[in-house]
């Protein structure tokens, strides 16, 4: 057996002014020596008295340090011994097994996750500044009545309501959806093909997966959501952009160009980025493409609730439910850390869906469920979505503006009847990344519209948001946007002048 330790480590102090109990401190400092190799196999520690009495510690915290060591299996008691580092702790060669021995893993990440790190990836964690895309105005959120309603569904919740729920949902939430959908949206459903996810990207990238084989091809806008890029090149999917004008994805050539896509992705009611509206006659010529080859559509139905003038435009979904899968959000309508969304399916594909969704995060929470429910029943949510669409359009129009005001006719903008943001052309000369560099430099978030794209479109622009941000702060912003700007747009003025006369 090796020496006995009959003395405090030598390095061994204890901070009594520290929030770390001294017991604590005694510990981690004996399992760090024991660790490293300092204290070898069989060093016999000394008593909790001669301890206790060298450091000037109550016997008392010496016990706890050492109990904890002991219930650790860091050191063994010996009856009328005294207490030794554990020799289990021995490795091949007869040294201590340390923290400097220990050998970390391989790093070889899976075709998954290695496919997704080669693609940008636009912040979202970012707060409220000009122009941050994609975010609701949380400042005007009814907070106070959303407590209320969160106290009341955890004040009715019973133990039954504390197990694993439905991989679906909560059955009332979703009967609650299930009417919301087929009185504004036109979707065509019950509730049983609803299941509620954690938003929109867990609804892409469950139904990608589940539809989806390495190398099958899958049909995207140009320019599309980023979103949906990741997921399918995650998957080993086979891409195939199909370009977007103003009436949308151009079906017809895509069909001349792309035969039988297993998977078709668009955001008809609002096209994102660009703001156009599919057109009927593509609506039809689309689905009618996707039943005959066997496709199925994903509409992703982002942020169809505001509209500032009118109902809503009518799903995708609604006209043939047999081949379109339907995915919604909260994120946009309440508040993204509500992290709560859902998707449609067509009945045929419910009861494999439900079986993928065991297999992952199984069941949403049901708190949250259990207080949007509500929420919605009593009508705050159609009160909030009036108040936003008058908000929003109001911030748009002040946007509009300050843009025209400050940039004449260097930037190209067109107005919107829906949405959170808007499109800035640029003068054609002009590179969206060079100008959204330079109004980072002015602390302004703003998107070049290029990175929608997959291969650089012919007129470049700034993707702005201005829902997340007051009248104030959208006038500052684009001031301070035009200063950014100045030094290249006017050393193109001649060229911009030309370009839009």
């Not at 206790?52 to 340090?65: D, F, V």
């Not at 509409?299 to 009118?310: A, C, H």
Request: net charge positive; aromatic share 10%.
């Amino acid at each position: 057996m090796n020496s006995r330790l009959r003395e405090p480590l030598p390095s061994l102090t204890l901070n009594r002014r520290s929030g770390t109990p001294l017991y604590r401190q005694l510990y981690e400092a004996y399992r760090q020596a024991i660790l490293s190799g300092q204290l070898r196999a069989g060093a016999q520690l000394p008593s909790t008295r001669d301890l206790a009495r060298e450091l000037g510690i109550s016997r008392n915290t010496a016990m706890y340090a050492f109990d904890q060591l002991l219930a650790e299996g860091y050191v063994r008691g010996e009856v009328g011994s005294g207490t030794f580092v554990e020799s289990g702790l021995i490795g091949k060669e007869g040294s201590a097994v340390g923290i400097q021995s220990l050998v970390h893993p391989r790093v070889e990440f899976s075709r998954e996750i290695l496919r997704t790190s080669r693609v940008t990836q636009l912040a979202a964690s970012l707060p409220a500044i000009p122009f941050r895309t994609g975010l609701p105005a949380l400042d005007r959120f009814p907070l106070k009545v959303w407590s209320r309603v969160v106290a009341w569904a955890s004040r009715r919740a019973s133990s039954r309501d504390l197990n694993y729920g439905e991989p679906q949902g909560d059955l009332h939430f979703r009967s609650t959806i299930a009417d919301y959908l087929r009185h504004f949206r036109a979707v065509k459903c019950e509730p049983e093909q609803i299941f509620i996810l954690s938003g929109s990207q867990q609804a892409l990238h469950l139904v990608a997966r589940m539809i989806l084989s390495d190398g099958d091809p899958a049909w995207i806008e140009d320019p599309c959501y980023p979103g949906i890029r990741w997921v399918l090149l995650a998957l080993g999917a086979r891409t195939i952009s199909v370009p977007v004008d103003d009436q949308g994805m151009e079906v017809e050539r895509a069909i001349e160009l792309h035969k039988a896509p297993k998977l078709i992705y668009v955001t008809p009611s609002h096209q994102f980025p660009l703001g156009v509206t599919m057109s009927l006659g593509r609506r039809l010529a689309l689905l009618n493409y996707a039943r005959k080859v066997g496709s199925w559509v994903v509409e992703d139905d982002y942020d169809s609730e505001f509209r500032f003038s009118g109902r809503p435009l009518s799903s995708l979904q609604g006209l043939s439910p047999e081949c379109v899968i339907y995915i919604g959000t909260f994120s946009k309508s309440l508040f993204p850390a509500l992290r709560l969304g859902y998707v449609v399916l067509p009945q045929q594909l419910v009861d494999a869906f439900s079986d993928f969704r065991r297999a992952t995060d199984y069941c949403a929470p049901y708190l949250t469920q259990a207080a949007v429910n509500q929420f919605i029943i009593d009508g705050h949510f159609a009160h909030h979505l009036r108040q936003m669409r008058a908000l929003y359009s109001e911030r748009q129009s002040v946007m509009l503006g300050a843009l025209r005001r400050h940039f004449g006719d260097h930037l190209w903008v067109k107005s919107a009847d829906t949405g959170m943001n808007l499109l800035a052309w640029l003068p054609e000369s002009v590179s969206g990344r060079r100008a959204s560099q330079l109004a980072s430099g002015r602390g302004l978030l703003t998107i070049p519209l290029s990175l929608f794209y997959t291969s650089p479109p012919p007129r470049d622009g700034l993707f702005l948001g201005f829902a997340a941000i007051n009248r104030q702060r959208i006038k500052d912003g684009v001031e301070t946007l035009a200063k950014a700007l100045n030094d290249v747009l006017n050393l193109r003025r001649n060229i911009a002048k030309k370009t839009f006369t």
